[in-house]
């Protein structure tokens, strides 16, 4: 297993498997806790079209859990401005792939409302568990 890592923004972990099979564990470790993707953005072809920048693959993944969004828009509509929570999976530069995640508490820390505070933790536990979850598999 890789240790999952956690700095001022992000929840990390390396992974030994390729992009394409780390994305799949990613997207069914978010389902697993209560995350659906809502948005997909690939770097690599974007890149690719848009600037014929050739890229490895790097796919940012837009995450939401429905009853913590609405329970943070609830406490300050703003909030959506920091939202879904964003999880990347990039291939890493000498083989296997990361998962690099927002970390909410961060993200949502932005926020004055103090109703947010336990939405973010609670957010992030989730977060959290998801890169573990794909890290081990």
Do not use: W
């Amino acid at each position: 297993m890789t240790d999952v890592q956690t700095d001022r923004y992000t929840i990390r972990a390396r992974v030994h498997v390729d992009v394409a099979t780390t994305e799949q564990r990613v997207r069914d470790a978010l389902q697993d806790e209560g995350f659906g993707v809502l948005t997909e953005i690939d770097v690599q072809a974007t890149l690719r079209d848009k600037l014929d920048v050739d890229v490895p693959p790097y796919m940012i993944l837009g995450a939401c859990n429905p009853p913590l969004a609405h329970r943070a828009l609830e406490a300050d509509p703003a909030i959506g401005s920091l939202l879904p929570c964003n999880v990347v999976v990039r291939a890493y530069p000498d083989g296997g792939s990361e998962i690099i995640a927002a970390d909410p508490i961060a993200m949502l820390g932005l926020a004055d409302a103090e109703d947010v505070a336990p939405i973010a933790r609670d957010a992030a536990e989730r977060i959290r568990r998801a890169v573990e979850a794909t890290a081990r598999s």
